[in-house]
């Protein structure tokens, strides 16, 4: 929790004449650092440097009114206020792609595990081979992660993110029509490596928003947009999965879009029942490659040379323009000299109040004045918000994979069934789970929309982050006992809610959390790529070891009669763990200077 702000002010030299009482001193300050209370930042932690001259009252009561004003004059940071809106959005575009490619597949992973396995698997060994799948892609995430944060000062950012982004494209594609497990493995792999420059989309951010006072909203914008792609992920699964057998009346035996008009309804898909959703996602990600190609702006500094994609984006939006406008008027057109200059048509045109013009990379003077003086990188905050960061996904990974699952596994009789030895999951449909889990991510997009600037505004980033610690452990204790509740009724349903709502409510307070916390330990601005590399390699491997541990655990508590194993062991132990470390974490929430 961060602590009250200090309320000195300097006071001018006293006057020797008998008015001075009444006479204002102005007051030259050094500049110094004062912080806002949370409240009047609107969730935008940040420092205020007075650097010019103060009128001050002298002795009068006038005093605390100026400094009234003064605060008042702070305008509240709004999703609005952002500076180049339009470049955060391309980059929120190019964000998605991590989400869709590693959250598509959990809806039916279950019953794609069947579909390429034995009949005689059990359901304790598909669990175990699903959780190395899904470990798989956070595995070469983490293998890349400081290799692509390297090729990213030396290539600039813009063009890791292409390269990811066309990579994350081919390996849905792929992973869609792969029937084996070795073949979904390499799928997995690949699209794990295209995405391994979330660290770069974070530095981005940073780098296009240089106010400290927008950046605790411009950092809320990617984890608001992965738990969109986490939504649309879960949907898009659930619902284009297996398509013959869930959507019917367009790919069935008698389905619109069955122009063969065969009797196991579109052939294709009888022999790939889960391309459809990997479809849909390579034709999302060619959107965001087109918008990336020709509408980001590099933002490495010192970064020069061409940038075609620009240059025809440019082009082609004043030729739709000149078109478009000759049927108005007629005659000779003069000719602007921007017409061929390469910044992005899509950098917002208003007056941006941090930067003047589009994102452009700085001259080598600017590099120069702005390089700091050395410190350690690797210090004491940086490490502990390091292992906090880590962490975080080793459970919630675990139990984005876990859940879907358990809802898959077919249901037990549990006719001798104790308070801790029970077996058995609920056995619903991909379709059912898929539509239960985005809802529930449409709940966790407006907690991070509408409650969480509110709550970080009043109470500070690391008391929500330390309470969103404190609630994971209360849905995995009770998780387990959903096998328990009758199948018929609404408790089984309020019982799946309660779960949901608690751990999608933690997570969302987590996640933004970490990022604001992570990049607020960094000691200079120049070192956040380095430092996000770091945390996106660490995050990565905690998203690999924790589904395939917590899938090994799962399915040996499965074939031990113990369904609830992994949850009370595993998932709560991590959950305890984890918020000791957030103890351990400081208060400050200012950035450091670069």
Same mark, same amino acid.
């Given at each position: 929790?961060?602590?009250?702000?200090?309320?000195?002010?300097?006071?001018? *030299?006293?006057?020797?004449?008998?008015?001075?009482?009444?006479?204002?001193?102005?007051?030259?300050?050094? %500049?110094?650092?004062?912080?806002?209370?949370?409240?009047?930042?609107?969730?935008?932690?940040?420092?205020?440097?007075?650097?010019?001259?103060?009128?001050?009252?002298?002795?009068?009561?006038?005093?605390?009114?100026?400094?009234?004003?003064?605060?008042?004059?702070?305008?509240?940071?709004?999703?609005?206020?952002?500076?180049?809106?339009?470049?955060?959005?391309?980059?929120?575009?190019?964000?998605?792609?991590?989400?869709?490619?590693?959250?598509?597949?959990? *809806?039916?992973?279950?019953?794609?595990?069947?579909?390429?396995?034995?009949?005689?698997?059990?359901?304790?060994?598909?669990?175990?081979?699903?959780?190395?799948?899904?470990?798989?892609?956070?595995?070469?995430? $983490?293998?890349?992660?400081? %290799?692509?944060?390297?090729?990213?000062?030396?290539?600039?950012?813009?063009?890791?993110?292409?390269?990811?982004?066309?990579?994350?494209?081919?390996?849905?594609?792929? $992973?869609?029509?792969?029937?084996?497990?070795?073949?979904?493995?390499?799928?997995?792999?690949?699209?794990? +490596?295209?995405?391994?420059?979330? =660290?770069?989309?974070?530095?981005?951010?940073?780098?296009?928003?240089?106010?400290?006072?927008?950046?605790?909203?411009?950092?809320?914008?990617?984890?608001?947009?992965?738990?969109?792609?986490?939504?649309?992920?879960?949907?898009?699964?659930?619902?284009?999965?297996?398509?013959?057998?869930?959507?019917?009346?367009?790919?069935?035996?008698?389905?619109?879009?069955?122009?063969?008009?065969?009797?196991?309804?579109?052939?294709?898909?009888?022999?790939?029942?889960?391309?459809?959703?990997?479809?849909?996602?390579?034709?999302?990600?060619?959107?965001?490659?087109?918008?990336?190609? =020709?509408?980001?702006?590099?933002?490495?500094?010192?970064?020069?040379?061409?940038?075609?994609?620009?240059?025809?984006?440019?082009?082609?939006?004043?030729?739709?323009?000149?078109?478009?406008?000759?049927?108005?008027?007629?005659?000779?057109?003069?000719?602007?000299?921007?017409?061929?200059?390469?910044?992005?048509?899509? +950098?917002?045109?208003?007056?941006?109040?941090? !930067?003047?013009?589009?994102?452009?990379?700085?001259?080598?003077?600017?590099?120069?004045?702005?390089?700091?003086?050395?410190?350690?990188?690797?210090?004491?905050?940086?490490?502990?918000?390091?292992?906090? $960061?880590?962490?975080?996904?080793?459970?919630?990974?675990?139990?984005?994979?876990?859940?879907?699952?358990?809802?898959?596994?077919? *249901?037990?009789?549990?006719?001798?069934?104790?308070?801790?030895?029970?077996?058995?999951?609920?056995?619903? *449909?991909?379709?059912?789970?898929?539509?239960?889990?985005?809802?529930?991510?449409?709940?966790?997009?407006?907690?991070?929309?509408? +409650?969480?600037?509110?709550?970080?505004?009043?109470?500070?980033?690391?008391? +929500?982050?330390?309470?969103?610690?404190?609630?994971?452990?209360?849905?995995?204790?009770?998780?387990?006992?959903?096998?328990?509740?009758?199948?018929?009724?609404?408790?089984?349903?309020?019982? !799946?809610?309660?779960?949901?709502?608690?751990?999608?409510?933690?997570?969302?307070?987590?996640?933004?959390?970490?990022?604001?916390?992570?990049?607020?330990?960094?000691?200079?601005?120049?070192?956040?790529?380095?430092?996000?590399?770091?945390?996106?390699?660490?995050?990565?491997?905690?998203?690999?070891?924790?589904?395939?541990?917590?899938?090994?655990?799962?399915?040996?508590?499965?074939?031990?009669?113990?369904?609830?194993?992994?949850?009370?062991?595993?998932?709560?132990?991590?959950? $305890?763990?984890?918020?000791?470390?957030?103890?351990?974490?400081? =208060?400050?929430?200012?950035?450091?200077?670069?």
């Amino acid at each position: 929790m961060s602590g009250k702000p200090s309320t000195s002010t300097s006071q001018g *030299p006293r006057q020797a004449s008998a008015i001075a009482d009444v006479e204002v001193a102005l007051v030259p300050q050094a %500049p110094s650092s004062k912080r806002l209370p949370d409240h009047e930042t609107n969730g935008s932690v940040h420092d205020v440097t007075r650097a010019q001259w103060s009128p001050i009252q002298e002795g009068s009561h006038d005093a605390p009114a100026a400094e009234k004003e003064r605060r008042q004059q702070v305008q509240p940071v709004t999703w609005l206020s952002l500076p180049h809106k339009s470049q955060l959005v391309i980059l929120a575009m190019c964000r998605l792609s991590e989400p869709l490619s590693n959250t598509c597949l959990l *809806p039916y992973l279950y019953y794609l595990m069947h579909s390429v396995r034995s009949s005689s698997s059990t359901s304790g060994e598909t669990s175990g081979i699903a959780g190395l799948v899904v470990a798989s892609f956070a595995l070469s995430q $983490f293998a890349t992660s400081m %290799p692509w944060a390297r090729l990213a000062d030396r290539w600039g950012r813009k063009r890791v993110i292409v390269i990811g982004l066309v990579g994350s494209i081919v390996s849905n594609l792929g $992973f869609g029509f792969a029937r084996s497990i070795p073949a979904l493995m390499f799928w997995r792999l690949v699209a794990g +490596v295209a995405n391994g420059n979330i =660290g770069v989309m974070r530095t981005m951010t940073a780098e296009i928003v240089k106010e400290k006072k927008y950046q605790s909203r411009a950092f809320l914008l990617l984890p608001l947009i992965f738990n969109l792609g986490n939504t649309i992920g879960l949907a898009l699964g659930g619902a284009l999965a297996d398509p013959v057998a869930n959507i019917p009346s367009l790919f069935g035996a008698r389905g619109a879009l069955n122009w063969s008009h065969s009797p196991e309804g579109v052939h294709w898909m009888r022999a790939y029942p889960f391309a459809l959703p990997t479809i849909v996602n390579a034709v999302v990600l060619v959107f965001s490659l087109l918008l990336a190609v =020709g509408g980001l702006n590099e933002t490495l500094p010192g970064k020069s040379g061409k940038d075609y994609g620009l240059i025809f984006t440019n082009r082609l939006a004043r030729l739709l323009k000149r078109t478009i406008s000759a049927s108005w008027r007629s005659g000779y057109e003069r000719v602007q000299l921007d017409d061929f200059t390469e910044s992005s048509p899509f +950098v917002d045109s208003v007056h941006d109040p941090t !930067i003047n013009g589009p994102v452009r990379p700085s001259r080598p003077s600017e590099i120069q004045a702005m390089a700091p003086a050395s410190q350690p990188i690797w210090n004491r905050d940086v490490r502990s918000m390091l292992l906090s $960061f880590a962490l975080l996904p080793l459970h919630n990974a675990a139990f984005m994979q876990l859940f879907p699952l358990f809802l898959s596994t077919p *249901p037990s009789l549990n006719a001798g069934a104790s308070f801790l030895f029970f077996d058995g999951g609920l056995g619903l *449909p991909s379709s059912t789970i898929g539509t239960f889990l985005a809802v529930f991510g449409i709940m966790g997009i407006m907690i991070q929309l509408l +409650v969480y600037p509110r709550l970080q505004a009043y109470r500070g980033t690391l008391w +929500v982050y330390r309470l969103a610690w404190i609630m994971f452990p209360f849905a995995y204790v009770i998780a387990p006992y959903l096998s328990l509740l009758p199948s018929q009724g609404l408790f089984r349903w309020l019982g !799946i809610s309660c779960v949901l709502v608690i751990q999608v409510t933690a997570r969302t307070f987590a996640i933004p959390s970490s990022v604001i916390l992570l990049t607020n330990a960094a000691p200079s601005k120049k070192n956040l790529s380095t430092i996000h590399g770091a945390g996106n390699m660490l995050s990565s491997l905690s998203r690999a070891v924790g589904p395939a541990v917590a899938g090994w655990v799962f399915g040996l508590g499965v074939d031990k009669g113990t369904v609830g194993l992994v949850w009370w062991t595993y998932l709560t132990i991590i959950a $305890f763990v984890g918020y000791w470390q957030s103890g351990k974490l400081k =208060g400050s929430e200012s950035p450091g200077q670069p």
